[in-house]
């Protein structure tokens, strides 16, 4: 008897080469995936081994010359006869659709949960197991860490920063009691204290009792300047006022994300001025169904980048790359608490993705 093994894409192609090289008469004894061995077996997809068997192996040079009946054992032949059986049910399972399989690898289940515990929504969980699946099967039990690796690059992609801009006027919009003004304090004495910049502040957020008291305060104790505006004809005298200042941020009166009208209405504000970086600010405690209504119904105040607070109030971080992935924009800024001016940081993706994959950073 002779044994060859041969590696293919699939097992359509391997049965051809069996049947090529082997002839008609030959069987198939195993087929499985395997990785080509060293380092760079992990990168690259696994291919299907199959090993196949002869009872009189001929060179292609040679006629064939069948044996006496009675010289083949008859073991070997029921042996064989039952190993054409399996592998039949085997080629059937190989070319049904792969939905039938209804199990998953241990290693991908465990991160499935993982996901669905931070509340990432479903089709980016999807999309994200998809991805990793390439590199994991039952012959293959990566080590944790380099698994981690695999859903950490395909986290990254997902995510989306970039570094502090830097422009001029920068104004924050958002629903109500996310943290838009003490987010805004905490740039404001970022950029005078730490950066050594001009400063002044706009507020146009008249209606929240306690706001202008809390934003006053702020402007007394950092010594920066502050406008109150009614209208959007203020507004724009405002920002003429501080033309010598390097940065002017503007507060917002927050708006509740059903009340589309106000919404509006604050947006006319924001209306013929000059270019400026409108940043969302959001809770990271939103229940997803409620954030995919504020990333909709703001989107008519033409906000630019995102800025996540309240990272200090909860266990779950999947909101990121949910709201990340509603808006196709970056998150700038990440807030974890009522101290001013720290408690404030630049967003990167290893850091967002280190949080919903809940590693150390």
């Not at 391997?14 to 080509?36: C, H, N, T, W, Y």
């Not at 040679?62 to 083949?72: G, N, S």
């Not at 860490?145 to 986290?155: P, T």
Request: net charge neutral; glycine share 6%.
């Amino acid at each position: 008897m002779k044994v060859r093994k041969f590696y293919v894409q699939d097992m359509r192609e391997g049965m051809m080469r069996v049947k090529d090289e082997l002839g008609p008469d030959a069987v198939i004894l195993e087929s499985r995936r395997v990785r080509s061995k060293g380092w760079r077996g992990f990168f690259i997809p696994p291919r299907m081994e199959i090993t196949a068997a002869v009872d009189n192996y001929y060179s292609r040079n040679e006629a064939p010359k069948p044996p006496p009946i009675q010289e083949v054992d008859r073991g070997i032949r029921e042996e064989l006869s039952e190993l054409r059986k399996i592998v039949t049910r085997l080629v059937q399972l190989e070319e049904k659709p792969a939905e039938v399989s209804n199990t998953e690898h241990e290693q991908l289940q465990r991160w499935r949960y993982h996901l669905e515990q931070q509340e990432v929504i479903p089709e980016l969980i999807q999309e994200l197991i998809d991805e990793v699946r390439c590199f994991i099967n039952e012959d293959v039990r990566l080590p944790e860490a380099v698994a981690s690796l695999f859903l950490r690059k395909s986290l990254r992609k997902r995510l989306k920063t970039v570094p502090e801009k830097g422009a001029a006027v920068q104004i924050f919009v958002g629903p109500t009691g996310v943290g838009k003004t003490t987010t805004l304090a905490k740039l404001a004495a970022r950029y005078a204290l730490y950066q050594g910049e001009h400063v002044g502040i706009i507020t146009i957020d008249h209606y929240r009792i306690g706001a202008l008291e809390q934003l006053r305060t702020y402007s007394d104790i950092t010594g920066l300047p502050l406008e109150v505006v009614m209208t959007p004809k203020d507004l724009r005298r405002a920002i003429e006022k501080f033309s010598h200042c390097q940065r002017i941020l503007v507060d917002t009166a927050g708006r509740s994300t059903l009340n589309l009208p106000h919404i509006k209405e604050l947006a006319g504000y924001l209306q013929n001025l000059p270019p400026a970086e409108t940043f969302l600010v959001a809770s990271a405690t939103t229940k997803m169904r409620d954030l995919k209504l504020i990333t909709e119904n703001f989107r008519c105040m033409n906000y630019n980048r995102l800025i996540f607070t309240k990272l200090d109030e909860t266990s779950t971080y999947g909101f990121l790359l949910n709201a990340i992935h509603y808006t196709g924009l970056p998150v700038i800024y990440l807030t974890m608490g009522q101290s001013v001016p720290d408690d404030i940081c630049v967003a990167d993706v290893d850091k967002v993705a280190a949080l919903i994959l809940g590693e150390e950073e």
